[in-house]
């Protein structure tokens, strides 16, 4: 089945219903949602007028990369804002869906009340470093001082302290919230003069505190809960944790995952999926099961400009479920496939999980790009070819290869095929760095959208785009700051040299490690959403990579391939509970459609890591 030259769908692509409406915001919402796309969109703009404006005048914007370090800084805590408003902070949701129904308003206010208590402690820990900076006296640029930046922490996560009360679903969990603030405030010496520390209370609290994120408490409590705990335990100040907060967000590669993830905003909520679609089928048509082949690549697309599997899973399953349905594809296999298909593309550039994985682990961006783009063609090609084998046996509508159609269809998509290249090509030639590459992807997007085909055609579309886009930023930026609090302790522990004294204790041989590698990476991968597992555990596996010669970039690779299959694993793998809620599917439905496909995924990642020149070949090639 081919679509018209206009690229029209079939009707079956309102088969799965979408969202009910939001109902009217507040004025505070619409100052919120204004302030933070405002901050987005200002970062986009800062950096393209620092490459127009460098050929002429090379000193540039005066302070430039700092404005745009400390708005990434604005942008995360107003998009957690924003996230905490509409209930869209990541937690783990597979607490919650496998208790009783009667235990879940108890278990609901229980994580709520610690959720509360430990918003209100990073608040007051940000308090106290915006103070620091205040008496510092600091300053960015144009005589504008630091705290003025860093004071958005405390007020963030206030916010999202009210707002996880305001949520609470009984009467008795809003207290026992309130009453549980009195908890810190014992704890704290300076108030109370007692010295709790040593006696193994810290225990119950991290017991208390990991509870309540696996009933439903947003992420980044249970890190910076932790984080926090320990700290304290080891009499460090816990305004660590808004320390290395603000380290991380304004570190000067972190504004590309913010941009990235606008862009690919942009073109998702746009008309971009439905013309790609009919470019991709123009191309893969022809093959048996070609819409299923057109669906793994689409997702593909979309995960790398996105950052998150789930986003793609949520945006382009309604489009492309129905479209597999029509094709005579069972809506099992059609469940697995886009299950399996949500994390292809977290390898393929410009994917924010490779930059932050670079970041962390202090390795070069462009050669671990490079080095992944051959594991992620493999794991494509992989699931592409039993797509294609499984379709031969039971559906699929095929037809003859026509150039003039996949040539028109090329035509109608050439602005959206053309992004890559856009990326790719204004670093290459020395235009612009690779945060001013993101910004430039931005601006094309927003070009392709609201002027060449006018599918944005108001400032609210803009803003809507943006609010959507800022509250997944938020979310995960929000998760990275309190990881890094926990990672800070860990380092300053030396667990991780603990970790490599004990592994080689009893492991020798390095198949042997990467084999456990893959293993406790797998684990990580169910129960950590990526970003919160990078900036957690990179810290603790680089070490023992390097201790057993295994080169940097190979080690990152096989990480991010690990974490991809962590999405699929039963019981918890996030991309099982969100194709439950997108397809309208039983949650054992989603599992057992997406065996097979864990099956390949798996045998790609042994692959990946045991014949160490797929991911080496090409950095060899062409950096060294």
Not at 98 to 121: D, E, F, N, T, Y
Not at 188 to 206: K, M, S
Not at 254 to 271: D, R
Not at 568 to 575: D, I, K, Q
Request: hydrophobic share 55%.
């Amino acid at each position: 089945m081919s679509p018209d030259a206009a690229g029209a769908l079939p009707e079956e692509a309102a088969a799965i219903p979408e969202p009910a409406a939001a109902p009217p915001r507040s004025r505070l919402a619409v100052f919120e949602d204004a302030i933070s796309v405002g901050a987005l969109v200002l970062m986009a703009a800062i950096p393209i007028g620092e490459a127009l404006i460098r050929p002429v005048y090379p000193t540039g914007i005066p302070g430039s990369s700092m404005w745009v370090q400390h708005l990434t800084l604005w942008v995360a805590f107003l998009g957690a804002a924003v996230a905490s408003r509409r209930g869209e902070l990541l937690s783990l949701s597979a607490g919650p869906s496998m208790v009783p129904p009667a235990w879940k308003p108890r278990l609901l206010s229980l994580s709520g009340a610690v959720g509360v208590v430990v918003s209100v402690v990073l608040s007051y820990a940000s308090a106290v470093l915006t103070r620091a900076e205040w008496e510092g006296g600091r300053e960015l640029a144009l005589g504008v001082p630091v705290w003025v930046a860093v004071g958005v922490m405390p007020v963030g996560f206030l916010l999202i302290g009210w707002r996880l009360w305001r949520r609470v679903p009984t009467r008795w969990g809003r207290w026992t919230a309130i009453l549980g603030l009195a908890i810190p405030l014992l704890l704290h010496e300076g108030l109370t003069g007692w010295d709790l520390t040593g006696n193994g209370i810290e225990w119950p609290l991290l017991a208390l505190i990991l509870i309540a994120a696996a009933f439903g408490a947003p992420i980044f409590v249970a890190l910076g809960g932790a984080a926090a705990v320990l700290l304290w335990s080891n009499w460090d100040p816990v305004s660590a944790i808004p320390a290395e907060a603000y380290s991380m967000v304004t570190k000067p590669m972190l504004p590309t995952i913010p941009l990235f993830t606008l862009a690919g905003y942009i073109l998702a909520e746009g008309g971009a999926p439905k013309r790609l679609v009919v470019l991709f089928r123009g191309v893969f048509g022809w093959m048996p099961g070609g819409v299923a082949v057109v669906a793994i690549v689409m997702s593909a697309f979309f995960t790398c400009f996105t950052g998150g599997s789930g986003v793609t899973i949520l945006a382009m399953g309604g489009l492309m479920f129905p479209l597999l349905l029509a094709d005579g594809h069972r809506p099992k296999f059609a469940t697995g496939l886009l299950t399996a298909a949500g994390s292809l593309g977290l390898l393929i550039p410009p994917s924010v999980a490779v930059i932050l994985y670079a970041i962390v682990a202090e390795v070069d961006i462009p050669r671990l790009f490079v080095a992944g783009l051959i594991p992620s063609a493999l794991q494509i090609v992989l699931v592409a070819g039993f797509t294609i084998v499984v379709t031969r046996r039971f559906a699929g509508k095929t037809s003859s290869f026509r150039i003039r159609e996949a040539a028109q269809a090329l035509w109608t998509a050439k602005w959206e095929a053309s992004i890559p290249f856009v990326v790719i090509g204004v670093m290459l030639g020395g235009i612009a760095t690779l945060v001013e590459a993101a910004a430039i992807t931005v601006l094309y997007a927003l070009f392709i959208e609201f002027v060449v085909h006018r599918e944005g055609k108001t400032f609210s579309d803009l803003v809507r785009t943006g609010a959507n886009a800022v509250t997944l930023i938020g979310g995960v930026l929000l998760i990275l700051g309190a990881a890094l609090g926990l990672t800070n302790y860990l380092i300053f522990a030396d667990i991780p040299g603990m970790a490599i004294d004990w592994v080689q204790s009893f492991v020798a041989s390095p198949l042997f490690f990467l084999l456990l590698l893959n293993i406790f990476l797998l684990i990580v991968g169910c129960l950590m959403d990526i970003y919160s597992a990078i900036v957690v555990v990179v810290p603790l596996v680089a070490p023992l990579g390097l201790a057993f010669g295994i080169d940097p970039l190979h080690l990152g690779v096989i990480f991010l391939t690990n974490l991809e299959l962590g999405y699929l694993t039963p019981p918890v793998g996030m991309n099982l509970f969100l194709a439950s809620y997108r397809f309208k599917r039983p949650l054992g439905e989603v599992y057992r459609a997406s065996v097979p496909f864990l099956l390949i995924r798996a045998g790609a990642v042994l692959l990946v890591t045991y014949i160490p020149y797929l991911t080496l070949a090409l950095p060899g090639l062409f950096f060294d």
